[in-house]
Nanobody
Framework: QVQLAESGGGLVQAGGSLRLSCAASRSIFSLYTMGWYRQAPGKQRELVARISSGGSPGYADSVKGRFTISRDNAKNTVYLQMNSLKPEDTAVYSC?????????WGQGTQVTVSA
């Protein structure tokens, strides 16, 4: 079983940047399409970005042009570079396979963007 650990969240002012990391416990990670998801208070979890095993990315319209997903299969890690952050980006960010598997959800990392 793969375990995923997210890091890199924090408090940032609007317009700022953060880089999130998701480290997987097993090398089989490299075979999966991976996704970054977020859940804001009172809202459903949504897919923010995904990346195929070969590195092809896809983005939600709300983050297109501001967020960049990447992966380093040698390090079993997927990243989310977030630029031009907005208060509406405030959420708990988590990584998982895409489509997600319930047993792979980790604690996530909190991102808070102040106005």
């Amino acid at each position: 079983q793969v375990q995923l650990a997210e890091s890199g969240g924090g408090l940032v002012q609007a317009g700022g940047s953060l880089r999130l990391s998701c480290a997987a416990s097993r090398s089989i990670f490299s075979l999966y399409t991976m996704g970054w998801y977020r859940q804001a208070p009172g809202k459903q979890r949504e897919l923010v970005a995904r990346i195929s095993s070969g590195g092809s990315p896809g983005y939600a319209d709300s983050v297109k042009g501001r967020f960049t997903i990447s992966r380093d299969n040698a390090k079993n890690t997927v990243y989310l570079q977030m630029n031009s952050l907005k208060p509406e980006d405030t959420a708990v960010y988590s990584c998982n396979k895409h489509p997600p598997m319930e047993e792979y959800w980790g604690q996530g990392t909190q991102v808070t963007v102040s106005a």
